[in-house]
């Protein structure tokens, strides 16, 4: 069974790169045969809320991002940019040479696309080998558009891998990951001091729909060489997975120096601090609708007072402005040891403008609420001399805010309620009954079903009953039902009310019957958006096989038999001598096969594989 539960951990082969557009151009320095990126595999599973509250933290559901906004307190409206696709490339790198080729000569409006391939850094010795100097310049990759993206990486310890001086500038749908996603201790510590993914100089830069991972210093520091006069304006953190940035006395998910960074619906986990701040003047930050996780060896979002940085009681004060508004932080207690739970807040001083912690889920036990007088306050507000105070003597607001130790359901007090999970049974009549259901969400079974052979996919689920049911688990709503085979007088039990399998659209779509649309969650058609291609080449053996997409799936124009079928994301057929082409989007999730020659050939995007790659 295939759980997006289960994506960020899983091994799964992306669908690859569509035809570039046709001004692109590929850079000149000769590149070897493209290394396809491994997906980022981390050490525990994302918080259940995280899966269903998508698109935080970006992915596969990215495309419902692009437009969206929110508006920045004392700032502005932030809009997130449209989804960059293959087709809309200027430049294409497919190697670390290529690439730091394409940044240097890019000139303004130039998109330079990243193929699934892993940009290795390593060897690059020089400081910054990414310095984007050049305005509103875009680097982009397929993140759950064409596949897990680009994988930038470095295992060299020099500051930082990305630099940006540009204004305008965007990274989106990568991987930039460093090699110390676990802790680093004190003993290994300053060896690894400054390690940063990116460092944003120039104004109204974007970070979105990116895995930033595995850095000792900072995934994303903010205005480290500002002044009071000069610092990064209008910086958009977005629907990024910032996570795995944990070490001794560093290890910040975003880091602000100088700026005021607006950091909306990102998923942060196992970072010392998710955001930080040194307290300086002009040092500001708001987060909005962020999901922190459980794991951290600190408190998860900190404030400096800026004389603890410099030393001189002249220089006290904690950042400029802080908004902290409709997150969800979930309470946990130092994965690295420890016995206490660790802050959600802590800020250490008194703001010179204002700080407004408001409307956020602290999923805390409730006696956390009003602790002031030891270090597991769910909100903590000390001053240097280590004093604990309440929030309102330094002029910090806190207000709307709910505490509890039970699962969270929303991200932010005022957040749409994301995850429901709902209960299905299909009943049997006595007479044999072969079904597929699809769901608008994710689905899975549970260990009450009667004879152990159905199929749960994400969102399609396939089995048989008779004299018992079926059980399973859904989120969203059931936006198709059709007995398969057998006795058609089954009975859907859906959240305590029984429906007959009429009730609910057709799921099935037959090679030859597809209309070239899709179901969206409300079951009704939408125009799919198809921009891969995947082939099931036969071997002369008899095969059977299965299959889901991410996204929209058709069959294609060449099928070998009449027997292969389209249910939503899922498609069954089987092959000999010829082969079974289809269309999708996103990227293939799933691929069995289920009688005949294990190693029969797929062929996506122009790329080999075989089934056990998925």
């Known amino acids: 069974m295939f759980s997006r539960r289960k994506f960020l951990s899983s091994v799964m082969v992306s669908a690859g790169v569509a035809a570039v557009g046709r001004n692109a151009a590929v850079g000149t320095v000769a590149a070897e045969e493209p290394v396809r990126a491994a997906p980022s595999q981390y050490e525990y599973e994302p918080p259940e809320l995280l899966t269903q509250g998508r698109p935080l933290g970006g992915g596969p559901w990215v495309g419902k991002v692009a437009g969206t906004g929110a508006q920045s307190p004392h700032i502005r409206y932030f809009e997130a940019g449209p989804t960059v696709r293959p087709g809309d490339a200027t430049h294409v790198a497919e190697t670390p040479d290529e690439l730091v080729e394409a940044v240097e000569g890019a000139r303004p409006g130039d998109v330079i696309w990243l193929p699934e391939n892993r940009f290795d850094f390593t060897a690059f010795r020089r400081r910054a080998p990414l310095t984007i100097s050049t305005d509103n310049v875009t680097v982009a990759s397929g993140r759950g558009i064409t596949g897990h993206g680009a994988r930038l990486f470095t295992a060299n310890e020099t500051d930082p891998l990305i630099r940006v001086t540009g204004d305008g500038v965007r990274l989106t749908g990568m991987r930039i990951e460093a090699d110390w996603p676990e802790y680093v201790p004190r003993s290994q510590q300053r060896s690894l001091d400054w390690a940063t993914g990116v460092s944003i100089e120039g104004h109204d830069v974007a970070v979105d729909n990116c895995v930033v991972r595995g850095w000792t210093q900072a995934g994303i520091e903010i205005g480290r060489h500002g002044t009071v006069n000069d610092y990064p304006l209008g910086t958009f953190v977005h629907n990024n997975d910032i996570v795995d940035n944990a070490c001794y006395r560093r290890g910040y998910g975003v880091v602000v120096y100088r700026g005021e960074p607006f950091v909306w619906q990102n998923y942060f986990d196992h970072n010392r601090h998710a955001v930080a701040s040194s307290g300086a003047p002009r040092c500001s930050y708001h987060l909005r609708r962020n999901l922190i996780g459980s794991r951290t060896t600190s408190h998860h979002i900190d404030m400096h007072d800026y004389s603890e940085v410099t030393g001189d009681a002249s220089d006290a004060?904690?950042?400029?402005?802080?908004?902290?508004?409709?997150?969800?932080?979930?309470?946990?207690?130092?994965?690295?040891?420890?016995?206490?739970?660790?802050?959600?807040?802590?800020?250490?001083?008194?703001?010179?403008?204002?700080?407004?912690?408001?409307?956020?889920?602290?999923?805390?036990?409730?006696?956390?609420?009003?602790?002031?007088?030891?270090?597991?306050?769910?909100?903590?507000?000390?001053?240097?001399?280590?004093?604990e105070h309440d929030p309102s003597d330094l002029g910090i607001s806190v207000a709307g805010n709910r505490y509890g130790s039970l699962y969270p359901v929303r991200v932010g007090v005022n957040g749409d309620r994301i995850l429901e999970r709902r209960e299905m049974a299909v009943v049997g009549t006595g007479n044999g009954s072969t079904y597929v259901v699809r769901v608008s969400g994710e689905i899975s079974g549970t260990?009450?079903?009667?004879?152990?052979?159905?199929?749960?996919?994400?969102?399609?689920?396939?089995?048989?009953?008779?004299?018992?049911?079926?059980?399973?688990?859904?989120?969203?709503?059931?936006?198709?039902?059709?007995?398969?085979?057998?006795?058609?007088?089954?009975?859907?039990?859906?959240?305590?009310?029984?429906?007959?399998?009429?009730?609910?659209?057709?799921?099935?779509?037959?090679?030859?019957?597809?209309?070239?649309?899709?179901?969206?969650?409300?079951?009704?058609?939408?125009?799919?958006?198809?921009?891969?291609?995947?082939?099931?080449?036969?071997?002369?053996?008899?095969?059977?096989?299965?299959?889901?997409?991410?996204?929209?799936?058709?069959?294609?124009?060449?099928?070998?038999?009449?027997?292969?079928?389209?249910?939503?994301?899922?498609?069954?057929?089987?092959?000999?001598?010829?082969?079974?082409?289809?269309?999708?989007?996103?990227?293939?999730?799933?691929?069995?096969?289920?009688?005949?020659?294990?190693?029969?050939?797929?062929?996506?995007?122009?790329?080999?594989?075989?089934?056990?790659?998925?």
């Open 447 to 614: 260990s009450d079903t009667e004879r152990g052979e159905d199929w749960t996919g994400t969102s399609v689920a396939e089995g048989n009953v008779r004299w018992l049911s079926d059980n399973y688990h859904y989120t969203g709503e059931i936006t198709g039902f059709e007995v398969l085979s057998g006795d058609p007088d089954v009975d859907v039990w859906a959240n305590g009310s029984k429906y007959a399998p009429w009730a609910f659209p057709d799921v099935t779509t037959r090679s030859g019957d597809s209309d070239g649309s899709s179901l969206d969650g409300d079951g009704t058609a939408s125009d799919p958006v198809v921009v891969s291609d995947i082939a099931v080449v036969g071997s002369g053996t008899r095969t059977r096989y299965r299959f889901e997409v991410s996204g929209d799936l058709e069959a294609g124009d060449n099928l070998e038999s009449g027997d292969d079928v389209v249910r939503g994301p899922v498609a069954e057929g089987s092959v000999k001598w010829s082969s079974d082409t289809y269309r999708f989007s996103g990227f293939v999730t799933d691929f069995e096969v289920l009688s005949g020659d294990p190693g029969v050939d797929i062929w996506v995007d122009g790329a080999k594989f075989a089934a056990e790659e998925f």
């Open 317 to 387: 004060g904690a950042g400029q402005r802080i908004t902290v508004h409709e997150n969800t932080v979930l309470a946990g207690v130092d994965v690295h040891g420890g016995e206490y739970y660790r802050s959600a807040v802590r800020i250490r001083g008194e703001p010179r403008s204002y700080a407004s912690i408001r409307d956020n889920v602290l999923a805390y036990p409730d006696s956390m609420r009003t602790a002031r007088d030891n270090s597991v306050a769910a909100i903590r507000a000390t001053t240097p001399d280590g004093r």
